[in-house]
């Protein structure tokens, strides 16, 4: 592959009828990037992602998602940039559950197209560069070690990481975190999540500490545990 820093580089575009994207090609070939067009149910979609640097999914239909679950089984640090119609929250939880961070509503500005790709690129490159602490979580005795060095967690933080380390990389819906942790009685709008989510983050040296896990917010759906 031939792209270098965040912009150039080849770019698979898999066009849609129902979601075009007008001026696009033009931005793209402008941040330096090699453009290859197809329809997205082309049959050699696969074959032409896994010499890429980065992929935009111009629509989400049935024959996108058949792709994104192909390539991303083969490359799930692919950046790839999903752009629709507005999406319902059980399509948004999927696209994270695959491992698609980038989704941007139609229409869309090119210009914003080409700053999303921007981004889920250097989050890649961030990914790949990091050198994470080990974590360890002992259920039975309830204590976390990070690197060999206990952490005092309370209970509530410790139940928390415990269901974010169970769904690693995997974005974890709010009322699904609440219910694990509090149970049934979990007040939704109650923002005690959030509060133990903000101590984890200090606990755990986020921001501080290198290679420290991170806890992403997905705003309106959940969090997600990166390690």
């Known amino acids: 592959m031939s792209g270098t820093g965040n912009g150039g580089g080849s770019l698979l575009w898999l066009r849609s009828d129902a979601a075009p994207l007008g001026d696009v090609g033009d931005v793209l070939e402008r941040e330096g990037y090699v453009v290859h067009a197809a329809p997205q149910s082309a049959p050699d979609a696969h074959a032409a992602s896994l ?10 239909e049935e024959a996108g998602w058949r792709f994104l679950r192909s390539v991303l089984s083969s490359r799930p640090d692919l950046p790839i940039l999903v752009v629709s119609e507005a999406l319902p929250t059980a399509a948004r939880i999927g696209l994270l559950d695959l491992g698609v961070a980038a989704h941007v509503s139609a229409p869309v500005d090119p210009a914003v197209v080409a ?3 921007r981004w889920a690129r250097s989050r890649r490159e961030r990914r790949a560069a990091r050198s994470a602490p080990a974590i360890e979580i002992d259920d039975a005795q309830r204590r976390v070690w990070m690197d060999g060095e206990a952490l005092d967690l309370p209970r509530r933080e410790f139940d928390v990481l415990t269901v974010l380390m169970m769904n690693s990389g995997r974005v974890v819906p709010r009322e699904r975190l609440m219910q694990s942790v509090w149970g049934p009685s979990y ?3 109650s923002r005690s999540l959030d509060v133990r989510v903000s101590r984890l983050r ?5 921001g501080t500490r290198d ?4 806890i992403e917010t997905v705003p309106g759906v959940g969090y997600r545990l990166l390690v």
Request: hydrophobic residues 45%; neutral net charge.
């Open 211 to 214: 290679g420290a896990p991170t």
């Open 202 to 206: 200090k606990m755990l040296g986020e």
């Open 187 to 189: 007040k939704p709008g």
């Open 115 to 117: 700053a999303r790709l």
């Open 51 to 60: 010499g890429v640097d980065a992929v935009l999914l111009d629509g989400l």
